[in-house]
């Protein structure tokens, strides 16, 4: 090519008649280049596996080096000792080649000697202007080496064995592809340089690699395994192995006819997911990775293939899709709740005038004191949802979780009856959580209902906690985890146990295998969207017939301090004052009217932020408090607020939400100037805030 780039082409001719011939032309370089590159590895393996001459290895390497990285001259430089000899070097110019033989490694001059010392590459992509050539740079330029780049040869050990080299007439820096084939030379003379110890270096390769790899035969199937493979199908060694099976088995038989259809249409197979049976039946998935080796008849001689246990990692992605249902099937329930929780502070607020309103005796007082149990046990309900989506209002502060399930232990042990043995076991050390006590109490109280539910005959409950230091490895096989110390929770018991199916399902909210009029299946989801929301994580284990297994993790802090002083509470205010409401939904905005227009406030209203913004400059003298829905249609509260607080320095503002996320980041300590009140709640409460937010105005 005018580029200088050698191309190959692919021409087939097609006679169209007697006098004309049609040619098809294509480009076939990349293919030509990545066929060749994989023969030359496989050449070299070969070359090795049957105990070849280490020069004519490294022969061949070197002649792939020159082959793939253009321009590029290898060389080949063994250690021994301290010092540096020459193994292969035919283009070197001769004066280099004296300088490189017996170089010692701690003083030497040049990335061959650097790269061994230091253990990782050196590129000089300019031999001039490098400061590890400057002894010698004039030299090197005048005999014309240019550019070199050096990687360090290591046994599969990590013992240093020397370097090999590409260099060049011209400056040159590296690509990934070249530096590439340089660095696999590097290894595989790593192998043939230290023929010796070739023995010992397979045993260890077969003993500690984790990767299984092996052999196969299309009529005799396996004729080599290594231990790793061995160990991962359940056997002791691989001779056992190979005693006792021919191949490797599938969950799905039919997946190994597939796989062969791929090779024998590719030549290879590349991380192929595959599920896979032990010897004991049970099954694991593997990362496959597979060859075919040809004979000169273009006949299946063998498959090499590699397998990588990834069980781990893909219990790790199902966990995670689990955790994302999971904040999907959140987000529904906290919109819900949010919507019922509008209507219940409605309801709420409407039924308490009424049986504000009645006498004592009066007949419908009793009928709205009903109305209002029911709407405390609906918004109950509302809490869980919340709960379970993280988007509920919590008080965190420090505990130590022995204490809490101390004081809880009588209450427990009437709780889960006679027939039930119950067993605490503390472990040592402080178990200081920053969690919501109240939900701290409601998760160990589903969790001990759960397990009593699931021992209808009798059976032993156990809760423990712990500490736990969580490593890179484990938390990385936690979502959302940091590495760190955490308190561990655990509530075992030996009941009936759960299925597969159930276990994949048991914090879904309202799932439940309780019988109708038993349960809400919302304990579990509620216990999840708790320690979530604390920074925690939930873990089950379970299996039918063996009991269960729930294990929580919080993360370990510090101690509180000696004295934690409570703030006092406010005192009230005359209630001579201007509020402005910015509520959208209708009903929750009039009650807010009537309640603060009873106690004395002059009231203004509007059904959004943008309503709200124009109707605020437009009324004359000052506004003393804003009460807004955190979402509403057009201009939210937070962003009402901020231009009326610019606006009108002093503005103190009542957030209303159906969820705690609307009104920002809690917990913390509330602003001078606003506070939150969650709905659903009875114009008593929305009173309260109101007289304590405006008690703190000069």
């Not at 021409?11 to 023969?39: G, M, P």
């Not at 027939?419 to 109490?441: H, M």
């Not at 932020?609 to 955190?630: E, F, M, N, S």
Request: charged fraction near 20%.
């Amino acid at each position: 090519m005018q580029d200088g780039h050698r191309r190959v082409w692919e021409t087939r001719l097609v006679r169209l008649n007697a006098a004309e011939v049609l040619s098809l032309t294509r480009d076939i370089t990349q293919r030509h280049d990545a066929e060749a590159l994989v023969a030359w590895q496989a050449e070299v393996l070969e070359c090795i596996a049957t105990g070849r001459p280490l020069a004519e290895v490294v022969e061949r390497l070197a002649r792939g080096v020159a082959r793939f990285v253009e321009g590029g001259h290898p060389v080949a430089l063994q250690l021994e000792g301290r010092t540096l000899h020459v193994l292969w070097a035919p283009d070197l110019p001769a004066a280099d080649r004296q300088a490189l033989e017996g170089m010692p490694v701690a003083g030497g001059s040049g990335s061959c000697a650097a790269a061994v010392r230091e253990g990782r590459t050196v590129i000089s992509a300019d031999v001039a202007g490098d400061p590890l050539w400057a002894p010698n740079a004039a030299g090197c330029a005048a005999r014309g080496l240019a550019a070199c780049w050096s990687v360090p040869v290591r046994a599969p050990d990590g013992e240093m064995l020397g370097t090999f080299a590409a260099f060049f007439h011209a400056p040159r820096p590296s690509t990934p592809a070249e530096l590439a084939v340089v660095e696999r030379a590097a290894t595989l003379a790593g192998i043939a340089m230290d023929r010796e110890r070739r023995e010992r270096l397979l045993a260890s390769i077969n003993k500690n690699v984790n990767e299984g790899l092996y052999r196969s035969t299309p009529d005799r199937g396996l004729v080599y395994v290594n231990h790793a493979l061995a160990r991962m199908f359940g056997y002791e060694s691989p001779d056992e192995m190979l005693r006792r099976t021919t191949m490797l088995h599938y969950v799905e038989p039919g997946r190994r006819d597939e796989l062969r259809g791929l090779i024998a249409r590719a030549g290879h197979v590349e991380n192929a997911e595959v599920q896979y049976c032990r010897a004991d039946g049970t099954p694991f998935w593997g990362l496959l990775n597979a060859t075919a080796l040809y004979g000169p008849a273009g006949e299946v001689l063998y498959y090499d293939g590699a397998v990588s246990d990834i069980t781990a990692r893909r219990a790790l992605e199902e966990q995670l899709r689990q955790a994302q249902k999971m904040e999907a099937v959140g987000k529904l329930a906290g919109g819900v709740a949010h919507d019922f929780n509008n209507l219940l502070t409605a309801i709420t607020g409407y039924a308490d005038e009424i049986r504000t309103g009645l006498p004592a005796s009066h007949a419908l007082r009793g009928d709205a004191e009903e109305v209002l149990a029911a709407a405390e046990r609906a918004a109950s309900l509302t809490r869980q949802l919340l709960a379970f989506s993280r988007q509920q209002v919590l008080q965190p502060s420090v505990l130590d979780l022995r204490t809490v399930v101390s004081e809880a232990g009588g209450m427990l042990r009437r709780l889960i009856g006679e027939d039930i043995g119950f067993e605490t076991t503390f472990g040592p050390g402080a178990a200081w959580v920053r969690v919501d006590r109240g939900q701290l109490e409601q998760v160990i109280l589903n969790l001990v209902v759960n397990a009593r539910d699931a021992m209808p005959g009798g059976g032993v409950l156990q809760i423990a906690t712990g500490l736990r230091v969580l490593g890179e490895a484990e938390a990385t096989a936690q979502v959302d985890l940091a590495p760190g110390p955490y308190v561990t929770f655990t509530v075992r018991d030996s009941g009936v146990g759960m299925s597969a199916e159930v276990r994949q399902r048991a914090f879904e909210p309202f799932f439940t295998t309780k019988g109708p009029g038993k349960g809400t299946g919302l304990g579990l989801a509620t216990v999840y969207g708790i320690v979530r929301q604390s920074g925690g994580a939930v873990a089950l284990e379970s299996a039918e017939g063996r009991g269960t297994t729930v294990t929580i993790l919080f993360p370990l802090v510090a101690a509180p301090g000696a004295h934690e002083v409570a703030a006092a509470a406010p005192p009230a205010r005359p209630r001579r004052a201007r509020a402005l409401i910015a509520e959208d939904e209708p009903m929750v905005r009039d009650l807010v009217r009537r309640t603060l227009a009873r106690a004395g406030f002059e009231v203004s209203e509007a059904q959004d932020g943008v309503d709200a913004l124009a109707l605020a400059r437009q009324l004359p003298g000052p506004i003393d408090l804003l009460v807004t829905d955190v979402v509403m249609p057009r201009m939210g509260g937070r962003e009402l607020a901020a231009a009326l607080q610019g606006e009108r320095p002093g503005l103190r503002v009542l957030f209303m939400s159906g969820y705690a996320t609307d009104a920002g980041p809690r917990p913390g300590p509330p602003t001078p100037d606003s506070a939150f009140l969650q709905k659903p709640f009875a114009p008593a409460g929305l009173l309260r805030e109101v007289d304590a937010l405006l008690a703190t105005r000069a």
